[in-house]
């Protein structure tokens, strides 16, 4: 299977990471152009992410000189160690529908900090104390960067005029729990990869990256069914609706999930090097990339009043800074 061993390469996939987590919701955004559902585009999304976990397991992940091949650890996975990376996807998926529903009920100025922010907090210090790789200070003090970079894009958005019904306790609630569920997927993800994997041989009974992720992709396509449903019930949305799309809407669905696992998959690789709390902090700068594209291609801005202006060049500066200082914590 292919692996990283160099933190170069480490820090170009996590760059990657943040590129794919900061750019997939365009996707949505295209689809929602043309009406599309949240609810109905997701299945499209979360069949996406498992389809290419399918792909990425069976050509990185099978061929090569290092490492066990995907169907090889397949055979002799043990389920002690499948069950995390199916929770990971299940928590993962309420997680992120979560907080759509958040910043549908409160406004992104209410659920972005809330959800990302307690997300990239819990994460990073529950990864780091997996496995403490990099310097805590650096890692840390970005960390506080990104989340006040979070905190100025939420009062730049506030200052946005308000379109439609708020409910900021009932949204600052699925906010929270979101963020506490995003922040634990990716550990838990981590429990089921045998560590070292980079430069050791599988421990007997674990996963592969390539492998946990298939399991990744499965737990979140399967608990659609569940959690997706409830949602496509609250909105008055049937299945049959989800059939009368067009092909392009399935396709931009199916892209989405595809950018986002592509992000996903280069991240645990990276980890291998840059460690899991560096790796999955600096792929939480994805929303430095959500910002600009906010920013200079979607203009959401542009009905913004004067004064907006210093919260966007704070934001950009702490993200700047923040993604900086976690990189440097590898050194």
Known sequence: ????????????????????????????????????????FYWDYAIGVFVFSLIFAHTF????????????????????????ALISGILFNLSNLLLVAGIDAAGMSVAFPVGVGLALVIGTVESYLQQPKGDPALL????????FAMIMSALAHKRLPQVGARNPLRGLIFSAVAGCLMGFFYPQLLRAISPHFNTEPVIPGMLTPYVALVFFGAGVLVSNFLWNSIFMRTGKLTYADYFRGSARLHWLGILGGFIWMLALSFNVLASGVAGPAVSYALGQGATLVAAIWGL?????????????????????????????LIGAATL
């Open 296 to 324: 200079f291609i979607w203009r959401e801005f542009r009905a913004a009043p004067a004064g907006t202006n210093r919260y966007l060049g704070l934001m950009l500066a702490g993200y700047t800074v923040g993604l900086v």
């Open 61 to 84: 992940g099978s061929f090569g000189p290092s490492g066990t091949p995907t169907r090889e650890n397949m055979h002799g996975a043990e389920m002690t160690f499948v069950w995390p």
């Open 1 to 40: 299977m292919f692996v990283v061993n160099s933190l170069p390469l480490a820090i170009v996939f996590c760059v990657i990471t943040m590129l794919g987590w900061g750019s997939w919701a365009n996707t949505q955004k295209l689809a929602g152009k043309e009406k599309w559902p949240f609810p109905l």
């Open 140 to 147: 840390f003090a970005g960390v506080a960067l990104i989340v």
